[in-house]
């Protein structure tokens, strides 16, 4: 919709051609008011353009049109039952998350956004989809209205926050845990929407001191 706006410009363009002779009085006079017609349309167009979407999603497509790889993905969780918990993210902290749920027989569903990953893992037969978890069309695709939980694995803050409060307005029961970088970087997190935040650098602590206690008994 938005690009049906003729620019300033194509009026100096036909002005020209109509100087030249190139089209007629009457011509350069309907273009003239589909340019200017166009220009006092599009902020409303833009207004509308957020409802359209939806709308959209009421119309079906003509049976020969593709459908596009969300769509395929949102088929297949459509399928999906039960409780089960979201991933973001599936570096390392997220491919320790699906381990353990994996291994105590948990249903879940990682959003990625690499494509190279998704494509990857999809093949090893790991339920993952691509795209930005902070979408809320990708959200209610992966079912987080009815989900139990939802981990954040990622160290960004802000996006974090942004999904939180996606999530928490689909399912106000939803419990969401999220990375920080520090203890005061918890605390942010915490005053919003997000239930608990694990801290990167206490894990870090907890690591060097096992090592420290192991070094101390092997010196025993």
């Known amino acids: 919709l938005l690009l049906s706006q003729a620019g300033e410009f194509s009026l100096i363009v036909f002005g020209k051609a109509g100087s030249h002779g190139i ?32 709308l959209g999603k009421l119309i079906p497509s003509a049976p ?3 459908k596009t790889s969300f769509q395929q993905q949102e088929e ?10 979201i991933i973001a ?25 690499n494509s190279t990953t998704v494509k990857r893992e999809k093949a090893n037969g790991l339920n993952i989809v691509y795209g930005d978890i902070a979408n809320e069309s990708l959200l209610s695709a992966v079912k987080a209205e009815s989900a139990r939980a939802i981990l954040l694995t990622f160290p960004d803050a802000k996006k974090a926050i942004e999904t939180a409060q996606v999530a928490r307005a689909m399912n106000p029961e939803i419990e969401i845990v999220a990375r920080a970088s520090s203890t005061e970087e918890r605390a942010r ?32």
Not at 24 to 50: D, H, M
Not at 76 to 85: P, R, T
Not at 95 to 108: I, K, P, T
């Open 189 to 220: 997190l915490e005053a919003t929407e997000i239930d608990d935040a694990v801290v990167d650098e206490e894990l870090s602590a907890k690591a060097m001191v096992e090592f420290a206690q192991q070094l101390t008994r092997r010196a025993k």
């Open 64 to 66: 020969w049109v593709k």
């Open 89 to 113: 993210g599936y570096g390392p902290v997220g491919r320790q998350a699906s381990a353990v749920l994996a291994e105590q027989g948990m249903c879940f569903t990682v959003v990625e956004l």
């Open 23 to 54: 089209v007629s009085p009457e011509q350069l006079s309907i273009v003239a008011g589909i340019v200017i017609l166009s220009l006092i349309l599009t902020p409303s167009l833009f207004a509308f353009s957020k409802y359209a979407d939806e």
């Open 76 to 85: 297949e969780l459509l399928s999906a039952s039960g409780e089960h918990v």
